[in-house]
């Protein structure tokens, strides 16, 4: 039950043709004929050398990490990617990633294993975190200037994407964002999963541009990653505190949410109503203005089950069916009820990471809906991101 964007862009005509702008022929053709050996004479922009993404890939490789984190009982809960960023052993990763650990194992690319000492410097707001191993020497990656960018802009992605270690793809900037918080992003479309947060976003110098962060479940290559601008004020850090010391009751095992509070989505930008109960979890959608006065209602009650919340997501909703898809509410516009069927929905969702900062899980979803049967098409598991308001 997401909902995708697509955006159009203006382009420009090219400009007309003057008419009577040939009037001597012999002097014309010349012109054509010293225009053609110009051309000829000049580097072609269009044929500029590609960059070799394989020495890029090999020059960074090794200063990315995977980071495996662990539970009090040592058990693994998580998998993310992270960059060193000090010779001494300083690795930029997510907050998400490490935010919950009581231990961590860092993982370098010739097979070495390094234990995590203790996180020196987090930022939730901006889902960044500085790890710290006990390395001497270690390969290195530097951070470019993400104020400098473009859109257009070539760019690489390394990381740990379902726990494959080392997995490189590349794309281009595809757009530069900012939040409702004024927190700012960069839009790519290289590839990324689950396991890639944390690790770098390259330009063809090698430089560090961006951590990547999230990606949206609807739509084709809508990934995000925070601007390396970002990280210097938390190098600037340097005592190391202990996982354990800073792991809040917020791992899988033991929810922190007191009280309710609202949280948006990150892949559909609806808000929701979230509050804990002893081992529930109960999540409300603020419904949009056109619906308020209604009776749609979307809620999930979850219930603890090993280290994940599993539990059904139950809606009534009204859909038309001469228009788009849940176009009553996804436009937010009033319309008459001839074609509008109200349908009651069960589906299964699941919350397998909670924190402070965010709650990670899937949902089935589905991409079609036969509005007068009230029968959705087949149903996919999803996964969605959720973050304080």
Same mark, same amino acid.
């Given at each position: 039950?997401?909902?995708?964007?697509?955006?159009?862009?203006?382009?420009?005509?090219?400009?007309?043709?003057?008419?009577?702008?040939?009037?001597?022929?012999?002097?014309?053709?010349?012109?054509?004929?010293?225009?053609?050996?110009?051309?000829?004479?000049?580097?072609?922009?269009?044929?500029?050398?590609?960059?070799?993404?394989?020495?890029?890939?090999?020059?960074?490789?090794?200063?990315?990490?995977?980071?495996?984190?662990?539970?009090?009982?040592?058990?693994?809960?998580?998998?993310?990617?992270?960059?060193?960023?000090?010779?001494?052993?300083?690795?930029?990763?997510?907050?998400?990633?490490?935010?919950?650990?009581?231990?961590?194992?860092?993982?370098?690319?010739?097979?070495?294993?390094?234990?995590?000492?203790?996180?020196?410097?987090?930022?939730?707001?901006?889902?960044?975190?500085?790890?710290?191993?006990?390395?001497? #020497?270690?390969?290195?990656?530097?951070?470019? #200037?993400?104020?400098?960018?473009?859109?257009?802009?070539?760019?690489?992605?390394?990381?740990?994407?379902?726990?494959?270690? #080392?997995?490189?793809?590349?794309?281009?900037?595809?757009?530069?964002?900012?939040?409702?918080?004024?927190?700012?992003?960069?839009?790519?479309?290289?590839?990324?999963?689950?396991?890639?947060?944390?690790?770098?976003?390259?330009?063809?110098? $090698?430089?560090?541009?961006?951590?990547?962060?999230?990606?949206?479940?609807?739509?084709?290559?809508?990934?995000?990653?925070?601007?390396?601008?970002?990280?210097?004020?938390?190098?600037?850090?340097?005592?190391?505190?202990?996982?354990?010391?800073?792991?809040?009751?917020?791992?899988?095992?033991?929810?922190?949410?007191?009280?309710?509070?609202?949280?948006?989505?990150?892949?559909?930008?609806?808000?929701?109503?979230?509050?804990?109960? $002893?081992?529930?979890?109960?999540?409300?959608?603020?419904?949009?203005?056109?619906?308020?006065?209604?009776?749609?209602?979307?809620?999930?009650?979850?219930?603890?089950? $090993?280290?994940?919340?599993?539990? !059904?997501?139950?809606?009534?909703?009204?859909?038309?069916? !001469?228009?788009?898809?849940?176009?009553?509410? !996804?436009?937010?516009?009033?319309?008459?009820?001839?074609?509008?069927?109200?349908?009651?929905?069960?589906?299964?969702?699941?919350?397998?990471?909670?924190?402070?900062?965010?709650?990670?899980?899937?949902?089935?979803?589905?991409?079609?809906?036969?509005?007068?049967?009230? !029968?959705?098409?087949?149903?996919?598991?999803?996964?969605?991101?959720?973050?304080?308001?």
């Amino acid at each position: 039950m997401l909902l995708s964007t697509s955006y159009v862009f203006p382009f420009v005509a090219a400009s007309d043709l003057r008419e009577g702008a040939v009037k001597n022929p012999i002097l014309t053709a010349t012109s054509c004929i010293t225009l053609l050996i110009t051309l000829a004479a000049s580097p072609a922009r269009t044929q500029q050398t590609p960059p070799n993404l394989s020495d890029l890939v090999k020059s960074s490789v090794d200063a990315v990490v995977l980071i495996v984190v662990n539970d009090e009982n040592g058990k693994s809960i998580a998998e993310g990617s992270g960059f060193i960023i000090s010779p001494d052993g300083k690795i930029v990763t997510n907050h998400h990633v490490v935010g919950g650990a009581h231990s961590a194992t860092v993982k370098l690319n010739n097979g070495a294993f390094f234990p995590v000492e203790g996180i020196v410097a987090d930022d939730p707001d901006h889902d960044l975190a500085i790890i710290k191993v006990p390395g001497k #020497n270690l390969p290195t990656l530097t951070l470019a #200037n993400s104020d400098k960018i473009s859109v257009g802009d070539h760019v690489l992605a390394i990381g740990s994407p379902l726990g494959l270690e #080392n997995s490189a793809t590349d794309g281009i900037i595809s757009a530069l964002r900012e939040d409702s918080k004024g927190r700012s992003w960069i839009q790519t479309t290289a590839p990324s999963s689950h396991g890639n947060s944390g690790g770098p976003l390259l330009l063809m110098d $090698g430089k560090v541009v961006g951590v990547l962060t999230w990606k949206a479940s609807e739509g084709e290559n809508l990934n995000f990653a925070v601007p390396s601008k970002s990280i210097p004020p938390l190098l600037a850090e340097s005592t190391v505190r202990p996982l354990g010391s800073t792991a809040k009751p917020d791992s899988p095992a033991s929810p922190m949410l007191v009280g309710e509070k609202v949280w948006t989505s990150l892949t559909t930008g609806r808000d929701y109503k979230i509050r804990t109960d $002893g081992d529930y979890i109960y999540v409300e959608w603020i419904l949009p203005a056109a619906l308020q006065s209604t009776a749609a209602f979307t809620r999930v009650e979850l219930k603890k089950s $090993g280290d994940k919340w599993i539990g !059904k997501a139950r809606s009534l909703l009204p859909y038309e069916y !001469k228009s788009s898809y849940f176009d009553f509410w !996804k436009t937010g516009q009033t319309m008459g009820t001839a074609n509008v069927n109200w349908c009651r929905l069960e589906v299964d969702l699941e919350i397998d990471k909670l924190s402070d900062a965010r709650i990670e899980g899937q949902a089935q979803n589905f991409a079609s809906f036969d509005a007068k049967k009230c !029968k959705p098409g087949k149903l996919e598991w999803k996964p969605f991101t959720w973050i304080p308001k």
